[in-house]
């Protein structure tokens, strides 16, 4: 299983990213996809996430900013950020699940700054 995360960068505060995740391959059956970051010196923590239909939950700090799309029955995820702050420096990752495991992809950086 591969996952490709991408569209991270540099921003300033307030500033928009769309981040992009697709699995393969495709006929690898999988019942989520979801979003972590982790930032320097702390614990990789998930962002949001997003199962088969296209159903969703976010932690805390990611609801009414971030916005997460896509279809795990589709092998892809996008994670729209915006109003980005300089806490949300960090390396994000996509993750793919299924019942028993889980597996990770490369990570994409995201610096906000200030």
């Known amino acids: 299983v591969q996952l490709q995360a991408s569209g991270g960068g540099l921003v300033q505060a307030g500033g928009s990213l769309r981040l992009s995740c697709a699995v393969s391959?495709?006929?690898?059956?999988?019942?989520?996809i979801g979003w972590y970051r982790q930032a320097p010196g702390k614990q990789r923590v998930m962002v949001a996430l997003?199962?088969?239909?296209?159903?969703?939950t976010y932690e805390d700090s990611a609801e009414g900013r971030f916005t997460v799309t896509g279809d795990a029955a589709e092998h892809t995820a996008y994670l729209q950020m915006n109003n980005l702050k300089p806490e949300d420096t960090a390396v994000y990752y996509c993750?793919?699940?299924?019942?028993?495991?889980?597996?990770w992809g490369q990570g994409t950086l995201v610096t906000v700054s200030s």
């Open positions: 993750n793919a699940m299924r019942i028993g495991s889980q597996y």
């Open positions: 391959p495709s006929t690898f059956s999988i019942n989520a």
């Open positions: 997003i199962g088969r239909g296209g159903s969703v």
